[in-house]
């Protein structure tokens, strides 16, 4: 994330709810860990942060192979909570597995027929 190197890890979901980690690392470790611990499918995507009613949404605009697909996320503070979503979001896609990292890398947006 610009010049900063960050490891994530996050648990198998849970419904749309899992455990999630995130530490900053060298850059110098992320480059490492990219180059000899990834495979070529590797997801690119540009990262912006808006504020919507209270709430930080994190909005990915994908690149390469899946140019074209943007996706937003909130942090909800408990499973339950009740949101408004904004009007720029078009579909609830939670629980759809395509649009799983780990699937966008295998099964890229541009590769989907509409």
């Known amino acids: 994330m610009g010049e900063k190197g960050f490891l994530t890890m996050k648990a198998k979901r849970e419904g749309i709810q899992r455990d999630e980690f995130e530490y900053e690392i060298p850059l110098a470790d992320a480059h490492h860990m990219l180059s000899h611990y990834c495979d070529s499918s590797i997801v690119k995507k540009t990262r912006h942060y808006v504020r919507y009613q209270g ?7 994908f690149e390469g192979d899946n140019k074209g697909l943007i996706l937003a996320e909130v942090e909800l503070e408990t499973v339950d909570q009740q949101i408004s979503l904004p009007q720029w979001v078009t579909k609830e896609v939670s629980g759809d597995p395509r649009y799983f990292n780990a699937m966008l890398a295998k099964y890229p947006f541009k590769e989907w027929t509409r």
């Open 55 to 61: 709430m930080l949404w994190e909005i990915d605009a």
